[in-house]
């Protein structure tokens, strides 16, 4: 992963642990078993699958 990607998801991993009071380690593991049980690696193919299962709305 491109150095300023990393840095970006660990902004978004630290703001997500902020507002919901958790570790941002939770929050990346929390992550890493969602992208499991879809099969996939990134948060973009996550989304990707998520919308395709029904998951989520457009």
Do not use: N, W
């Not at 990607?5 to 630290?14: E, G, K």
């Not at 049980?37 to 998951?55: C, H, I, N, Q």
């Amino acid at each position: 992963m491109p150095h300023q990607r990393r840095d970006q998801a660990s902004a978004h991993a630290a703001a997500a642990a902020h507002r919901c009071s958790i570790g941002e380690s939770s929050v990346k593991t929390y992550l890493l078993r969602v992208f499991g049980k879809l099969g996939v690696d990134d948060r973009t193919a996550a989304v990707t699958s998520a919308l395709r299962y029904g998951l989520l709305e457009q």
